[in-house]
């Protein structure tokens, strides 16, 4: 029996009441923290152990840390890795990694679940891993004074470095491997004896804020690595999804397989009963190899009924979110200081500008998969998956059965941007195998996992601005009108509280429009486009909503430079005073605005006609966990409208580095994702299906596209935040402003098109 | 049952002739490194060489490359040192890692027949390979590290030493 309980609501983990515990087992050391499950169970009875706690070193001295993260390309399992080995003092040759399985003894100690997203995951797991490494670094110098004869009180006359102890005195040492060999490194540390650690000042590290050769790569470039699709069990059959022409809502009247039964190797067409509601009217095409299965699925016969949403089109969503726009009494307050309308109707100037985005998809280069195997009473899922917590959830539904007889294996992801946040992969693999009594690995092709994605919604933004007789802004009120990607979770804990008391809303579709600028009167509501929710189920998108409320923000901010004649840097500046509520903040994303301004040339030269900079700045990613990162964009506009970018500097302040070269790697990623997703990607919805459908109509950048990109770390010395994202959001708007800069048109739909710019140019 | 030439091996397949090689590779040789990404020839995740060309496997039908040289990212070197393997682990390219071996199988198809190209060369040779993580100039920097070293071993080898 496994021990997976109570795994579907996010629950505390409070590290604050428990034990940690450093033990010997049957493979070695092992340390973690006690009164999680599992943990003092395998201390207990060392030959059941398996090494799955937080870390455990091995009697050659291999120092195994677990992840409980989804490593999708942001290294974090050598970044938990590195922060243990700064602490224990190991030698970074002897740092391996694994992955963790769904047991909630992985759940993030600040979350309390296994989920990866919003750049959480440095900066909440960092004090926890630290202490870890602490707490091993003690219980083996302990062991080491003992061994070596040496009175307690010559503890602190103990060298650890690269995993060996050693007493220069006395010239005697022990390897980390010797103690482990020995036994004798056992202790338990009390909540207050591991608050009572006194950490390593930044000063002392000799880890931290080194770029240490990341651990997975050499596995990334010699085919070694693997990712959930390269999964093989033995008995194993191949699932091929067949996906209806409506993203969601229609059901299959039926499926005719006479001439998949033609087809050497096909099993059975299975069709997906998801009680989930996490997807509609698919069916699988199981047989004994992926091409027969593909070969199957085309061959399939299926009527559908193509339901609610079978007529519906980008256009249909867009004109319902202006009308939910419209009415007085459509959505929650999300912000709501002082009283904008009041104030426009006294503004010098109002200004009024509406900002749209597309459709986007997340596309990572590993398509959907998952394999499910039933043993027992257990059922195993080997999936990439940045939710295991959900999706384990979610595979026991689609199984019928407690989540806690679901085993899901992590794998490497080939790619997440978010889109593994979701579950609905499960579902097929679970009922195929199911079905037809075997292992099953379902992938999806590219086309389904294009036309399927849970996708970043088309957004609707409306931002009105009020400035006084001074040229200060006085007053915005900032309408957001989306489907909502989290909502759709089910899981109350995610959600927030409005401010006007009128239910919870889904604040990943409004953060960032909480700024750290000062305007004294600022609304933002928060307006769920039903009928998109419904149509096209939305998901989080790397970065998600400050993706698009940046967009809107960044370039309202410019629009009001432009119509009181401030230098729109300037501007931001004045604004980022860092008054009452954004003290701190505001004065660290000012600095980061100044440092890519700087580095930019911002100001210091006459372009050359046709050519312009815009700037921009982010909080990103939720205001309580805020990065500060700015960007300048140097773009060139031709008479069509073609737009070249030629470079794009951007700033961030990351607080403390764990691996700087990492730090630049995730930036730049992210600076071009945002550049794709400003100039290149877009999908659209028509007859209630996604239209882009593969790499040809769906286009991501590719290496020719690619501008120069100048990074600038700020390390300050603040704690560390996260990288993975922010980058995306700063982007577009500067973009933006950057081609009005060029030609005065202002573009307000992202993606920019070259139509678009040229329609708006001055003529 | 087609017979491949993989890797300086003979292997054969219980796959039928119009089956893309890129399965037969992947699950009848459980060779997991050629990966699947698009299934159209789009994105050159699937790249390998076919007698030294670079080719997309997912378009490339069993039936048609028996007899051929077959080479993967397992058979790229022998210890996973090729020039561009260690200058992928020198630039620290990976992000994901997904894209890689395709990107290396590309990239190593280019230095075999030129080992001094400039970057506008590079960028036409590699532009149908798409990395979702964005790592494109990290690659393009790797790519120009190994034809660098490529460069000097093939200069050092030519050299005459005492003997």
């Avoid at chain 1, 939305?538 to 230098?567: N, Y």
């Amino acid at each position: 029996m496994n021990q997976h309980v109570k795994n579907v609501t996010a629950e505390t983990t409070d590290l604050s009441r428990r034990s940690f515990l450093v033990g010997t087992a049957a493979t070695g050391l092992v340390l973690g923290y006690a009164g999680v499950p599992g943990v003092s169970e395998a201390l207990a009875a060392p030959s059941n152990f398996e090494p799955s706690v937080w870390y455990s070193i091995s009697p050659e001295g291999l120092v195994t840390v677990t992840c409980g993260k989804a490593d999708m390309g942001q290294h974090i399992a050598s970044t938990m890795a590195q922060i243990v080995c700064e602490e224990l003092g190991a030698k970074w040759s002897d740092m391996r990694v694994q992955l963790a399985s769904n047991d909630p003894k992985f759940n993030d100690p600040v979350l309390g679940a296994q989920i990866t997203g919003g750049s959480w995951s440095t900066m909440m797991n960092f004090d926890a891993m630290s202490r870890a490494g602490a707490a091993g670094r003690i219980a083996l110098t302990e062991a080491a004074a003992a061994a070596m004869g040496l009175p307690p009180f010559y503890k602190d006359e103990l060298v650890v470095r690269d995993s060996v102890i050693s007493h220069p005195k006395s010239k005697k040492q022990m390897t980390f491997a010797d103690i482990v060999k020995s036994g004798k490194a056992t202790k338990t540390f009390t909540a207050d004896d591991l608050k009572a650690i006194k950490l390593k000042t930044p000063d002392q590290y000799t880890m931290i804020g080194v770029s240490v050769p990341q651990l997975d790569i050499p596995s990334k470039t010699n085919g070694t690595a693997k990712y959930g699709i390269d999964v093989m069990l033995p008995g194993m059959a191949y699932g091929k999804v067949v996906t209806p022409p409506v993203r969601f809502g229609a059901t299959v009247k039926s499926v005719d397989d006479s001439d998949a039964k033609k087809v050497p190797g096909f099993i059975k067409a299975v069709i997906v009963d998801d009680k989930t509601q996490t997807t509609s009217g698919w069916v699988v095409a199981v047989a004994n190899t992926y091409a027969q299965a593909r070969k199957a699925a085309d061959a399939l016969k299926i009527a559908y009924d193509g339901g609610p949403n079978a007529k519906l089109s980008s256009q249909s969503l867009l004109d319902e979110a202006k009308r939910l726009q419209g009415l007085d009494d459509s959505g929650q307050y999300f912000v709501k200081d002082g009283d904008p309308n009041a104030a426009f109707g006294s503004a010098a100037k109002v200004l009024e500008a509406e900002y749209t985005t597309n459709i986007n998809i997340h596309a990572p280069m590993e398509p959907m998969n998952a394999t499910a195997e039933f043993k027992g009473d257990i059922l195993h899922i080997y999936s990439g998956n940045q939710f295991a917590t959900r999706s384990g959830a979610i595979a026991a539904g689609a199984a019928g059965i407690d989540p806690k007889f679901v085993v899901m294996h992590q794998m490497w992801l080939g790619g997440g941007f978010g889109r593994r946040l979701d579950a609905d992969m499960m579902v097929p693999a679970v009922q195929a195998a199911k079905a037809v009594g075997k292992p099953v690995k379902v992938i999806y092709s590219r086309e389904n996992d294009m036309t399927m994605d849970f996708s970043r919604p088309l957004t609707y933004q409306k931002v009105k601005a009020g400035v006084d007789g001074d040229g200060k802004i006085a007053a915005i009120s900032h309408d957001v009108v989306s489907a909502w990607p989290t909502a759709r979770w089910g899981i109350p804990d995610f959600l927030t509280p409005s401010v006007d008391q009128k239910g919870p809303l889904d604040s990943f579709t409004v953060n960032g429009s909480d700024f750290f600028y000062t305007v004294p009167n600022h609304y933002v509501r928060a307006i769920k486009n039903e009928m998109a929710h419904n149509a096209t189920p939305s998901g989080q998108l790397r970065s998600v909503a400050p993706g698009w409320t940046f967009w809107a923000v960044e370039s309202m901010i410019d629009e009001i430079a432009a119509a009181t004649g401030k230098d729109p840097a300037q501007l931001r500046i004045s604004l980022l005073d860092g008054a009452g509520k954004n003290d701190g903040g505001a004065q660290r994303l000012r600095n980061t605005l100044l440092a890519a301004m700087g580095l930019a040339g911002y100001g210091t030269k006459k372009l050359p006609k046709g050519e312009g900079m815009g700037v921009a700045c982010v909080s990103s990613q939720e205001r309580a966990t805020a990065s500060w990162t700015a960007c300048v964009a140097h773009v060139a506009v031709a008479p069509s409208g073609a737009v070249t970018v030629k470079k794009l500097t951007v700033a961030t302040d990351v607080g403390t580095q764990v691996h700087p070269d990492n730090i630049r790697a995730q930036v730049e990623g992210a600076a071009l994702w945002g550049l794709s997703l400003a100039l290149y990607e877009k999908a659209t919805l028509k007859d209630g299906g996604i239209e882009q459908t593969n790499f040809d109509s769906y286009t991501p950048l590719r290496m020719s596209q690619m501008p120069e990109v100048a990074v600038a770390v700020i390390a300050n010395g603040e704690k560390a935040t996260g990288v993975g994202e922010p980058a995306v959001t700063v982007v577009a708007p500067a973009i933006g402003n950057a081609i009005f800069n060029a030609s005065g048109a202002r573009v307000r739909a992202l993606p920019i098109t070259a139509e678009a710019v040229k329609a708006n140019m001055k003529a | 049952m087609p017979t491949l030439t993989i890797n300086g091996r003979s292997m054969s397949v219980d796959a039928a002739h119009d089956t893309p090689l890129l399965w037969a590779i992947r699950e009848q040789l459980q060779m997991t490194g050629t990966k699947f990404g698009c299934g159209a020839g789009l994105c050159g995740a699937c790249t390998v060489h076919v007698n030294g060309e670079a080719v997309r496997s997912c378009q490339t039908m069993v039936g048609d490359v028996a007899g051929k040289k077959i080479t993967t990212i397992e058979g790229l070197s022998a210890k996973g040192d090729h020039p561009l393997q260690k200058a992928w682990i020198a630039e620290q390219v990976p992000q994901c890692g997904y894209c890689q071996s395709g990107q290396i199988m590309q990239a190593a198809a280019l230095l075999s027949k030129n080992s001094n190209p400039t970057k506008e060369e590079v960028v036409a040779h590699m532009d149908g390979n798409l990395c979702r993580c964005m790592t494109y100039s990290r690659i393009q920097k790797a790519i120009m590290r190994a034809a660098s070293e490529m460069r000097t071993a093939s200069a050092s080898g030519n050299e005459r030493r005492p003997t």
